[in-house]
């Protein structure tokens, strides 16, 4: 069923997507492409000059177009052609913050629909350098801002892209560069399709590589993100709104935070999702992380096909009681299959720009988590098709969590806890920690450790119905080393 819906979306995004018109060229409304002077009301006049002519394409030719906030509207795309780069200003002055959405953007659309970013140019917000402007700005007085850890809030520097409750959206083949805060999002909209894209998103802290909020009909593919925060992050803002209906397929991403993502803000939910084909590599937190903590839903997600190298944690899936204000989390009907993965021993975003932070030690190499709430248990997750390669070496003289009742029961619940897979420190597994879940079956999982390690692969705590078919454990020094404990 799940299947049929999700090829329906795809079906229809390719029906709905393609967008006619008349081409316009932006060098005839006086827009200059010199790389200095601020086109932002001639690019303005342009958009909405085609918007009420009935529609069409503006083409940006080879050049430099500098602009601060333009919005764009109902059945105009903006085309850019190899070699044109639409360069943010920055003056952070150049660029409106949005009342209703609360956010800075270089490109806005507000209901609207039928709209695109196409063509071969790039979409360069060049963030750094505004970023750093904005910081001068706050210590001057001249704007207010709280400057938390000595950067602006995130609301209050521009992102490249921002779209809210839009129909009808296509992103194809364009590169997004160095936005100052997230670098695309689209939020509540409906019908959105992104093929083709480069994104090198690393200039400044928050540097997300896209962000789908309570989007309903969505498909991600044949993209690369390099990214300093999450790769593919989905959120649900919306206590009232939902995820749902997404594809995402052959795509490439790295991350100094998650690669695939659901959460933090999971106020709404996330429902059928099909993923396909995903390579996360040199990522400093988790391959895979769905988290529910702040009343979300979660169900009906397929992840098939993933490759995962010098990644800090592969798969985390975590139920939380964060700001769910009385609504009950939920995690159910998970598949995820065809994963092969290597966890290094040391730092995987070393040297990378705005690299993660180092973690609160001392600790082992964290396992892969399933990890819900008492209260609130994880449903129904097959994982099937697995390797994951560890470093081990895992010590006791360093770290150590042990398998008698009293160590297992002293590892904290933390509920309204920010969700990371290495929150809870050291952890008593090294392969796969399982706590507060039903209906949890593995086929076909190999767990190696190339060290060995003091702690068995696989430990669960308060499991009911897990199933566990051709398992491998490769771990040296270890014959006859019971490598399943349950607790519980």
Not at 324 to 334: A, L, Q, T, V, Y
Not at 439 to 466: C, H, M, Q, S, W
Request: proline letters at 4%; aromatic letters at 12%.
């Amino acid at each position: 069923m799940v299947k049929a819906k999700l090829f329906l979306v795809v079906s229809l995004l390719i029906f709905t997507l393609k967008l006619f018109g008349k081409d316009y060229n932006v060098s005839d409304f006086g827009v200059k492409a010199d790389g200095i002077t601020v086109n932002t009301c001639s690019i303005q006049k342009a958009i909405d000059f085609i918007n009420e002519n009935g529609g069409g394409r503006l083409v940006f030719n080879a050049g430099n177009y500098v602009t601060g906030s333009i919005y764009l509207k109902s059945n105009v795309t903006l085309h850019l052609m190899y070699g044109a780069t639409l360069l943010g200003s920055t003056n952070p002055f150049d660029y409106e913050k949005n009342k209703r959405i609360g956010w800075m953007s270089m490109i806005f659309a507000v209901d609207q629909e039928n709209i695109g970013i196409t063509g071969k140019g790039t979409i360069n917000g060049r963030g750094f350098i505004t970023a750093n402007n904005m910081v001068d700005y706050i210590h001057r007085g001249i704007y207010t801002d709280p400057l938390k850890l000595d950067r602006p809030n995130e609301t209050n520097r521009p992102q490249n892209i921002y779209f809210r409750e839009c129909k009808n959206i296509t992103i194809t083949d364009i590169t997004l560069r160095d936005p100052a805060s997230w670098n695309q999002t689209y939020d509540q909209c409906k019908n959105l399709y992104v093929d083709n894209i480069i994104v090198d998103s690393k200039s400044y802290w928050n540097n997300d590589g896209i962000d789908v909020v309570d989007c309903d009909g969505v498909v991600i593919k044949n993209s690369y993100f390099d990214a300093a925060d999450d790769v593919i992050c989905f959120k649900s803002h919306d206590v009232n709104s939902i995820c749902q209906n997404v594809v995402v397929d052959n795509c490439v991403g790295r991350s100094s935070a998650n690669g695939l993502k659901f959460g933090t803000v999971s106020r709404g939910g996330f429902r059928n999702f099909k993923v396909t084909n995903l390579t996360i590599f040199d990522t400093y937190r988790s391959a895979i992380t769905f988290a529910a903590v702040d009343g979300a839903l979660i169900e009906n997600i397929v992840v098939d096909g993933v490759r995962s190298i010098n990644t800090g944690n592969v798969i985390y899936l975590r139920v939380g009681d964060r700001w769910s204000k009385g609504k009950k989390p939920s995690m159910k009907n998970i598949m995820i299959s065809n994963v092969y993965a290597e966890v290094p021993f040391f730092k995987p975003d070393a040297g990378y720009n705005y690299e993660g932070p180092i973690e609160d030690l001392p600790r082992n190499i964290s396992p892969a988590s399933i990890i819900g709430l008492p209260e609130y248990k994880i449903q129904n997750v097959k994982l099937k098709n697995i390797e994951i390669i560890y470093p081990g070496a895992g010590n006791p003289l360093y770290a150590k969590r042990g398998l008698s009742n009293v160590e297992l029961d002293s590892i904290p619940e933390m509920a309204a806890a920010y969700p990371e897979f290495s929150q809870f420190k050291e952890l008593p597994a090294w392969g796969i920690y399982i706590r507060h879940a039903e209906g949890i079956e593995f086929e076909n999982v190999t767990f190696t450790a190339l060290k060995k390690d003091y702690r068995p692969a696989i430990v669960t705590d308060d499991v009911k119905g897990i199933i566990f078919k051709e398992m491998k454990f490769n771990e040296p020094e270890s014959i006859g080393k019971q490598q399943i404990f349950q607790h519980k």
